[in-house]
């Protein structure tokens, strides 16, 4: 949710223990970047890696008014350190690496760290956090749909489509648009 006009940037950080690894998982064959399945098929693949116990995941975000403040990368990184925080803290394994999406490493973070650019095309694991953070994200811009039923959320998810920018035009932004962005 880095791009949308409207809405969170939500993120999610997954671990697997080896034992996930050792498994086949033909249901899992075809997961990819979130970007490039059917929403149907991210609520699939997202409903089998929750039945997995060898799978963990935690999801945060930042609301738009964070956003507006500290702009959409560093919102999107404070919601990343605090995911793998919270995630990591279940977790005591000092041989565990941090696989990030981009070019740069996490600020602050004091676990090693290794940034992949279009990870979520690349790596596995990365691509299931991305399709976690999507298919969540997605639900939440549906929920909002309902609280602010003129602008369509449930179509779009926020995105700037030309629907989205029309109702921008005509009603002015509600208070989940990112108001620092380049609405019009």
Request: include cysteine; charged fraction near 25%.
């Amino acid at each position: 949710g880095m791009g949308p006009l409207a809405g969170p940037v939500v993120v999610c950080a997954v671990k697997f223990n080896k034992k996930f690894f050792r498994k086949r998982h033909k249901n899992l064959y075809w997961l990819r970047d979130s970007k490039l399945l059917t929403p149907r098929q991210r609520g699939n693949f997202v409903a089998e890696l929750l039945k997995e116990k060898n799978f963990k995941y935690q999801i945060c975000y930042c609301y738009p008014k964070t956003i507006d403040r500290i702009n959409i990368y560093q919102a999107a990184r404070l919601a990343m350190k605090r995911a793998i925080k919270k995630l990591h803290s279940t977790f005591h394994h000092q041989h565990s690496i941090v696989l990030v999406d981009g070019k740069y490493q996490i600020k602050g973070l004091q676990l090693k760290q290794m940034p992949i650019v279009k990870g979520d095309r690349k790596i596995f694991s990365i691509a299931c956090a991305s399709l976690i953070a999507k298919v969540f994200r997605d639900k939440m811009m549906a929920r909002y749909a309902k609280r602010f039923p003129d602008y369509g959320f449930e179509r779009h998810k926020g995105y700037g489509t030309l629907g989205h920018r029309a109702k921008l035009t005509a009603l002015g932004p509600c208070r989940i648009h990112r108001v620092s962005f380049k609405l019009l």
